[in-house]
């Protein structure tokens, strides 16, 4: 069984992909963002668009978001704070060979019941 890229000790499907699946199921900013972690991981880029807030989209494309995910080896995820609607993390990856760390404060916001990723500070 495939422990959850996320780094929650619990099997992918009792984690992440539940809220693959189904993005009602994200009932805290830290959950979403721990599914997009994973979504990353995976090259899920379908629901990286779908659960980036609908006023922050137009920034985005998904062939971009494609791009950046290949070339890059996720390695582990550190939350480092959380609140009720941000998320400071580490993002430790790979980038040809080299370790790198993405140090990032993101906020998001619910909608209609959902969680959405709105936007992100680099911290380091
Ligand atoms: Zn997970």
Redesign the pocket.
Known sequence: MEK???G?L?Q?TA??KLIHDDLGKAHTAESLM??RY?AFTKGLIDFLYNTTHPTSRRFIKKVDVQSWTDQRKWMRLEILNTTKTTVEFKAHYLESLEPRIQHEKSTFKASHGKWYYLDGIFLS
């Open positions: 959850c890229p996320c929650s619990m992918y984690c992440c721990r599914a994973t």
